[in-house]
């Protein structure tokens, strides 16, 4: 639930802009974005990165593809964006929509397939090799240089077929693990490979590398530790590019392609960001869960943070055609707590109620007093959980529907864990067909003075 | 000269010694205040970058050790003839560097331009955005390699294997090999046999460790084949294609695409017959005017200037695409012809042009 990230599913918005920069039409969540920026139809864009790319398209008359970070109030959104003209407009196409909370460092741009030994490959879309290097010294048997241009299967024997690769190629999948032997040596060979894409979507080529194929498999003990040995890490980035390449040809960032296509590279793209979500909610899982896990315990306001988890979340509320109402800017709850956790928990909260809430709804955030506790109370209009899923809701891996998309059953679990360890307690009232309220009580401050 | 940290330690503090002290320590303080100077002398937006800066440093080192190992390991085998041990006469490779930059090698103004453009050319050929091929169509330079014209298939073939080496290079976090000029190439090898000699032994020594160095540079030189440098390599291939001026415009884009800017440098510098250094030097200008006149020059086209300054502004943060696209109409106006001829000077000989620019004499 370290949902600090915070994306918004499969969503490509658009608009047409005229040619002197004004604003004709916008999906809603760009006339959000926009409209908080202080911009209104029939003007220019309000976001500067925006305006600046419309206007260099315009210029330059060709497209412009650009990976941008804008500021969205309390958020900075990254967002992927294809301007192209179009006769006598410009469309402006967005997709990522990615939140970030400016505290987050952004990671650096990481090698495709970094190795340290071995044979680095890389081959282009016919599976012609393009580049080889070897990085075990000479004994692979032969001079790189001779392979350059022919095809992969002079160089590997794929005597159980070539599955892995077939699949990438197909588009089913992107990481490549295959076994095949090397013509040269005619040593077994393990092929770690990633598929490159080009930003139309299309197969670019394989990039990685070969190795010798290891005598045994693993022990179980190395799994064991691998996960705090950076595996999480490894799995990040490596989701974190699938992410980015799936939004990049989302976007049909360099050219057109079939609407198809582009659906399913959303579909790629989003279930990425779920499993990215995962791994989030699994590393937070283990440091909740040592015994040692202390949350800081510092003055916060309740009304403030629900005022700014609203905010993380405003482009996605625009999206689901859902209004929330903030607590009154007047408004305060001072308590105790990590305000990092307590915006974590809130912002699940309310995630949790924008996916529940039909189209043209309504979330309520609203903030008071549970006798000596301060409390923030997120209620929506959804389908409402029957008391049996009540008592469910808050286990490990619980969830109300597990045939619906979205969530991972960790949220709420975390949420409580929080919760309680920082003093205080998450609770549900609902009924079905009633929506559902959540509350979080933290105990107050010992200030009287600002009591709301 | 370490700051902080007197050097000399050996005159000790007897009272000849002592002006040869105060001496040193004044020749210390007006090197750092030197420094000082000329560091704050720095125009900010010419400072190197702390990329470029690792990039050069990371070229510069691997070259010297390089040519300090071959020449280390061939001097010891000569003087073993003689009974002497090269490892107790000869530097060690680790040492060659730092005495090499207190020499002043690094204020060396050919090499210095020499290795800026190659470190910011792979640093803008690492950038370039990974565009589409139309369907299943290999990159340019993977259907160059196959092309029917065997020469151009050949030099293809050669290019293709160079960039792969650098590309590995690159991609193990050092800058790729560094290509100099024969003549630069000598000089650097030169200050290395130089500093290579530790001038401690006696006299017959020395002058066998100097022979000794002075044949293995030889040897060294000799083998340096300037056929198989990457300005060689791909000049050969540019040569070969000889693009009418109907097929260049698609082929400088095609290269842009496919992320070869040597080919795509190449292609300008054989066509406009200007030296592959000079031209490298203009298509890393983050200032583009030179090179926007040297594609009009080529007749390329509004869409085509768009294209390739898009890409190289993605790739290289420094170059102000606005500007660009308020100039692109002006820009694309400008008559082949007369971007040609103003471009001519660069056509002559490279030590001519460069004395025209020193006299202060302005081209017609």
């Given at each position: 639930?370290?949902?600090?990230?915070?994306?918004?599913d499969?969503?490509?918005?658009?608009?047409?802009?005229?040619?002197?920069?004004?604003l004709l039409?916008a999906d809603?969540?760009?006339?959000?974005?926009n409209?908080?920026?202080g911009?209104?139809?029939?003007?220019p864009?309000?976001?500067p990165?925006l305006?600046?790319?419309?206007w260099?398209?315009?210029?330059?008359?060709?497209a412009?593809?650009?990976?941008?970070i804008?500021?969205?109030?309390?958020?900075?959104?990254?967002l992927?964006?294809?301007v192209?003209?179009e006769g006598?407009?410009?469309q402006?196409?967005?997709?990522?929509?990615?939140?970030?909370?400016?505290w987050?460092?952004?990671?650096?741009?990481m090698?495709?397939?970094?190795?340290?030994?071995?044979l680095?490959?890389e081959?282009?879309a016919a599976?012609?090799?393009?580049?080889?290097?070897?990085?075990?010294?000479?004994d692979?048997?032969?001079?790189?240089?001779t392979?350059?241009?022919?095809?992969?299967t002079?160089?590997?024997?794929?005597?159980?077929?070539?599955?892995?690769?077939?699949d990438?190629?197909?588009?089913?999948?992107?990481?490549?693990?295959?076994?095949?032997?090397?013509r040269?040596?005619?040593?077994g060979?393990i092929l770690?490979a990633?598929?490159?894409?080009?930003?139309?979507?299309g197969?670019?080529?394989?990039?990685g590398?070969?190795r010798?194929?290891?005598?045994?498999?693993?022990?179980?003990?190395?799994?064991?530790t691998?996960f705090?040995?950076?595996?999480?890490?490894?799995?990040?980035?490596?989701?974190?590019?699938?992410?980015?390449?799936?939004?990049?040809?989302?976007?049909r960032?360099?050219?057109?392609?079939?609407t198809?296509?582009a659906?399913?590279?959303?579909?790629i793209?989003?279930a990425?960001r779920?499993?990215?979500?995962?791994?989030d909610?699994?590393?937070?899982?283990?440091?909740?869960e040592?015994?040692?896990f202390?949350?800081?315990?510092?003055p916060?306001?309740?009304?403030?943070?629900g005022r700014?988890?609203?905010g993380?979340?405003?482009?996605?509320?625009?999206?689901?055609?859902?209004?929330?109402?903030?607590?009154?800017?007047e408004?305060?709850?001072p308590?105790?707590?990590?305000?990092?956790?307590?915006?974590?928990i809130?912002?699940?909260?309310?995630?949790?109620?924008?996916?529940?809430s039909?189209?043209?709804?309504?979330?309520?955030?609203?903030?008071?007093?549970s006798?000596a506790a301060?409390?923030i109370?997120?209620?929506?209009?959804?389908k409402g959980?029957?008391?049996?899923?009540?008592?469910?809701i808050?286990?490990?891996?619980?969830?109300v529907?597990?045939?619906?998309a979205?969530g991972?059953?960790?949220?709420?679990?975390?949420?409580?864990?929080?919760a309680?360890?920082?003093?205080?307690d998450?609770?549900?009232?609902?009924?079905?067909?009633?929506?559902?309220?959540?509350?979080l009580?933290?105990?107050a401050?010992?200030?009287?003075?600002?009591?709301q | 000269?370490v700051?902080?940290?007197?050097?000399?330690?050996g005159?000790?503090?007897?009272?000849?010694?002592l002006?040869?002290?105060v001496?040193?320590?004044?020749?210390?303080a007006?090197?750092e205040?030197?420094?000082?100077?000329?560091?704050?002398?720095?125009?900010?937006?010419?400072?190197?970058?702390?990329?470029?800066r690792?990039?050069?440093?990371?070229?510069?080192?691997g070259?010297?050790?390089?040519?300090?190992?071959?020449?280390?390991r061939h001097?010891a085998?000569l003087?073993?003839?003689?009974?002497?041990d090269?490892?107790?006469?000869?530097?060690?490779?680790a040492?060659?560097?730092?005495?090499?930059?207190a020499?002043?090698?690094?204020?060396?103004?050919?090499?210095v331009?020499?290795l800026v453009?190659?470190a910011?050319?792979?640093?803008?050929?690492?950038?370039?955005?990974?565009?589409?091929t139309a369907d299943?169509?290999p990159?340019l330079?993977i259907?160059?390699?196959?092309d029917?014209?065997?020469?151009?298939?050949?030099?293809?073939?050669?290019?293709?294997?160079?960039?792969?080496?650098?590309?590995?290079?690159?991609?193990?976090?050092?800058?790729?090999?560094?290509?100099?000029?024969?003549?630069?190439?000598?000089r650097?090898?030169?200050?290395v046999?130089?500093?290579?000699?530790?001038?401690?032994?006696?006299?017959?020594?020395?002058?066998?460790?100097d022979?000794?160095?002075?044949?293995?540079?030889?040897?060294?030189?000799a083998?340096?084949?300037?056929?198989q440098?990457?300005?060689?390599?791909?000049?050969r291939?540019?040569a070969?294609?000889?693009?009418?001026a109907n097929?260049i415009?698609?082929?400088?884009?095609?290269?842009i695409?496919?992320?070869?800017?040597?080919?795509?440098?190449a292609?300008?510098?054989?066509a406009?017959d200007?030296?592959?250094?000079?031209m490298?030097?203009?298509?890393i200008?983050?200032?583009?005017?030179?090179?926007?006149?040297?594609?009009?020059a080529?007749?390329v086209?509004?869409t085509?200037?768009?294209?390739?300054?898009l890409?190289?502004?993605?790739a290289?943060r420094?170059?102000?695409?606005?500007?660009?696209?308020?100039?692109?109409?002006a820009?694309a106006?400008?008559?082949?012809?007369?971007?040609?001829?103003i471009?001519?000077?660069?056509?002559?000989?490279?030590a001519?042009?460069?004395a025209i620019r020193?006299t202060?004499?302005?081209?017609?």
């Amino acid at each position: 639930m370290t949902t600090l990230d915070l994306p918004v599913d499969d969503l490509t918005a658009y608009a047409v802009i005229d040619r002197d920069g004004r604003l004709l039409s916008a999906d809603a969540a760009i006339a959000g974005l926009n409209g908080r920026a202080g911009g209104v139809l029939g003007l220019p864009l309000a976001v500067p990165q925006l305006a600046a790319a419309v206007w260099l398209t315009q210029r330059l008359g060709i497209a412009v593809s650009r990976r941008l970070i804008v500021a969205d109030e309390e958020a900075d959104v990254e967002l992927h964006i294809r301007v192209e003209p179009e006769g006598n407009h410009i469309q402006l196409a967005v997709s990522g929509w990615t939140m970030r909370p400016v505290w987050r460092p952004t990671p650096g741009m990481m090698p495709a397939h970094r190795v340290d030994d071995g044979l680095a490959w890389e081959t282009d879309a016919a599976l012609r090799f393009v580049f080889l290097a070897s990085r075990e010294g000479a004994d692979q048997g032969f001079d790189p240089v001779t392979m350059l241009g022919r095809p992969l299967t002079a160089l590997f024997r794929f005597d159980d077929g070539a599955a892995s690769i077939l699949d990438a190629l197909a588009g089913r999948r992107r990481r490549i693990e295959q076994a095949a032997v090397n013509r040269i040596t005619g040593r077994g060979t393990i092929l770690s490979a990633t598929l490159r894409t080009d930003p139309m979507g299309g197969v670019a080529g394989l990039i990685g590398t070969a190795r010798l194929a290891p005598a045994d498999p693993p022990g179980e003990d190395v799994l064991a530790t691998a996960f705090t040995a950076g595996l999480d890490r490894a799995l990040r980035t490596s989701l974190a590019r699938i992410v980015d390449e799936a939004d990049a040809i989302g976007i049909r960032q360099d050219g057109p392609i079939a609407t198809d296509y582009a659906d399913y590279a959303g579909d790629i793209a989003s279930a990425g960001r779920h499993l990215m979500g995962l791994v989030d909610d699994l590393i937070d899982l283990q440091a909740i869960e040592r015994p040692d896990f202390v949350p800081a315990a510092e003055p916060v306001d309740l009304a403030d943070l629900g005022r700014r988890a609203a905010g993380l979340l405003a482009v996605r509320a625009d999206h689901a055609g859902v209004r929330i109402q903030r607590p009154d800017a007047e408004a305060r709850a001072p308590c105790v707590g990590d305000p990092r956790r307590v915006l974590q928990i809130l912002v699940n909260l309310v995630g949790n109620a924008l996916r529940y809430s039909p189209m043209g709804g309504s979330i309520a955030i609203d903030t008071g007093w549970s006798g000596a506790a301060a409390r923030i109370t997120v209620a929506d209009r959804g389908k409402g959980i029957t008391a049996e899923d009540q008592a469910r809701i808050f286990g490990k891996f619980e969830r109300v529907d597990p045939g619906e998309a979205g969530g991972n059953g960790l949220g709420l679990f975390i949420a409580r864990r929080l919760a309680t360890a920082m003093g205080g307690d998450l609770t549900v009232e609902s009924a079905p067909g009633e929506g559902a309220r959540f509350t979080l009580t933290l105990p107050a401050r010992q200030a009287s003075g600002d009591q709301q | 000269m370490v700051a902080g940290r007197n050097d000399d330690t050996g005159r000790g503090w007897a009272p000849y010694g002592l002006a040869t002290r105060v001496a040193v320590a004044e020749a210390r303080a007006q090197a750092e205040l030197d420094t000082a100077i000329a560091d704050l002398g720095v125009v900010e937006a010419l400072r190197l970058d702390d990329r470029t800066r690792l990039d050069i440093e990371t070229m510069v080192g691997g070259l010297v050790a390089t040519i300090g190992t071959t020449l280390r390991r061939h001097a010891a085998r000569l003087l073993s003839d003689r009974d002497i041990d090269g490892a107790a006469v000869l530097r060690p490779v680790a040492e060659l560097m730092p005495r090499l930059a207190a020499a002043g090698l690094l204020r060396d103004r050919a090499l210095v331009a020499a290795l800026v453009r190659r470190a910011r050319h792979d640093q803008i050929a690492a950038a370039l955005p990974l565009l589409p091929t139309a369907d299943g169509t290999p990159g340019l330079l993977i259907r160059l390699a196959g092309d029917a014209d065997a020469e151009v298939a050949e030099a293809a073939l050669a290019l293709l294997g160079l960039d792969g080496r650098r590309r590995d290079a690159w991609e193990q976090g050092g800058a790729g090999p560094v290509d100099l000029p024969v003549a630069l190439h000598s000089r650097v090898a030169w200050h290395v046999a130089a500093v290579l000699r530790a001038d401690d032994g006696s006299a017959a020594v020395t002058r066998a460790v100097d022979r000794a160095l002075a044949e293995a540079t030889d040897r060294l030189l000799a083998g340096h084949d300037e056929r198989q440098t990457t300005d060689a390599v791909v000049l050969r291939l540019a040569a070969a294609l000889d693009p009418r001026a109907n097929e260049i415009v698609a082929l400088l884009v095609a290269a842009i695409d496919d992320r070869r800017l040597d080919l795509f440098t190449a292609m300008i510098a054989h066509a406009l017959d200007i030296g592959m250094p000079d031209m490298r030097a203009i298509v890393i200008d983050p200032v583009g005017d030179r090179l926007w006149l040297a594609l009009r020059a080529l007749s390329v086209d509004r869409t085509g200037l768009a294209r390739i300054a898009l890409a190289l502004a993605d790739a290289d943060r420094r170059r102000d695409i606005d500007g660009f696209a308020v100039q692109l109409d002006a820009i694309a106006a400008v008559p082949a012809a007369e971007a040609a001829a103003i471009l001519s000077p660069l056509a002559l000989p490279a030590a001519f042009h460069a004395a025209i620019r020193a006299t202060g004499q302005r081209a017609r």
